[in-house]
């Protein structure tokens, strides 16, 4: 076999858009008042990309960032300028001492086993306190039990469980993590997340620390109009076959023609992260023609009715509906899903 390298270009493809990244992050720093915002690109920036996601922020002026395990942060540790802070949301395990005494992160401290691990090292940390969520944190009545002016705390942080709706959760977390502050000397406080901010001054402290609203999701609606689109899928027509009145589509056949028209087969499906929820739900555009998801989405393709955009011929290139409150209501998924579930067969460009 010939040894020339041969690229093979995607048909499937993500168009990333850095000035929506921006500009999103830019006003979630405006609802955020006189707390400085960071930035969520835990799970590779939702699956976005962290390293480019990191270095677009970075330079619009973010200097917190939040990821998940210490394997995160050494993807990242060459891009850390100064002024820039990386926190490591699930703490350190024993394993991790050896990277984590090295590393230019600091650990999010989520247990007492942890601040006593941590102890001797007199590097940064931050503490995570558990206000009610019972995920990650130390829960407020064992605060005492340790000493924690023996630690060098830059955020003292707790996480909100029901940010996105109007929950009595929220008053009762907000109290409990005020509560805490008071037995942590940590520099800073922070505990809204995205829809956190949403909720008001009362929950932004010194540092905010938004995720998904950064990649284009709306928790509340008071997000809807500061929230752009961040990602953009596009898939490529593989064929195009024209229906009889009586042809069945796709698997199960959930969609039977009624009448003669034209549909394209796209190189998309469910291991790319366009879920089963799409099926006879979705809709792909031609700039501004409908082009509506016929049947089941399978593996690697979907049907579209492109009776709207009959010009339309194989190796044409067609976007998904993907504005995340828009496609959460079409296909009922999370909008949390759909951005992390899009796969690694894309071809990801930033515009």
Same mark, same amino acid.
């Not at 400085?36 to 990191?54: D, H, P, Q, R, W």
């Not at 006593?116 to 009610?132: A, F, H, I, K, Y």
């Not at 009889?244 to 003669?260: I, M, P, Q």
């Given at each position: ?10 048909? !499937? ?46 330079? !619009? ?22 002024? *820039? ?23 999010? #401290?989520?247990? #007492? ?7 001797? *090292? ?27 002016? *023996? ?102 056949? #959930? ?10 087969? +796209?190189?998309?499906?469910? !291991? ?18 409908? +082009? ?37 209501? #079409? ?21």
């Amino acid at each position: 076999m010939n040894d020339k390298v041969i690229a093979i270009p995607s048909p !499937a493809r993500l168009r990333l858009d850095s000035s929506a990244l921006v500009g999103n992050w830019r006003n979630l720093n405006k609802m955020s008042g006189r707390a400085s915002t960071g930035a969520a690109i835990k799970a590779n920036a939702y699956g976005l990309g962290a390293v480019e996601v990191f270095r677009y922020l970075q330079a !619009a002026g973010c200097s917190d960032f939040f990821v998940a395990n210490w394997q995160e942060a050494k993807e990242l540790e060459a891009e850390i300028k100064s002024g *820039t802070r990386l926190s490591v949301l699930n703490g350190v395990r024993q394993e991790d001492m050896p990277y984590a005494l090295l590393s230019a992160a600091k650990p999010v #401290l989520n247990s #007492l086993e942890q601040a006593q691990r941590w102890q001797e *090292t007199g590097l940064p940390c931050d503490v995570m306190v558990n206000s009610g969520m019972n995920r990650l944190g130390v829960n407020v009545p064992d605060l005492g039990q340790f000493d924690w002016s *023996t630690l060098d705390i830059d955020i003292v942080m707790s996480h909100l469980a029901s940010a996105d709706e109007d929950s009595p959760q929220n008053a009762d977390q907000l109290a409990q993590y005020t509560a805490a502050l008071k037995h942590i000397p940590g520099k800073r406080a922070s505990l809204g997340n995205s829809a956190g901010i949403a909720l008001g001054s009362a929950y932004h402290f010194d540092c905010t620390r938004p995720g998904l609203s950064l990649y284009g999701g709306q928790q509340r609606p008071e997000l809807s109009g500061s929230i752009q689109q961040v990602v953009f899928p596009e898939a490529q027509i593989l064929q195009v076959r024209m229906l009889k009145s009586g042809d069945k589509v796709g698997y199960n056949a #959930l969609y039977t023609a009624t009448r003669e028209h034209p549909i394209a087969i +796209l190189a998309m499906g469910y !291991a790319d992260g366009y879920l089963l929820g799409f099926s006879n739900q979705g809709i792909f555009y031609n700039e501004e023609a409908e +082009l509506p998801v016929l049947g089941k989405v399978s593996m690697d393709l979907i049907a579209v009715d492109i009776s709207n955009a009959p010009h339309l011929k194989e190796s044409d290139w067609v976007r998904a509906e993907y504005d995340l409150p828009c496609a959460s209501a #079409l296909s009922g998924i999370s909008q949390y899903e759909l951005i992390t579930s899009l796969g690694n067969r894309y071809a990801r460009y930033w515009t």
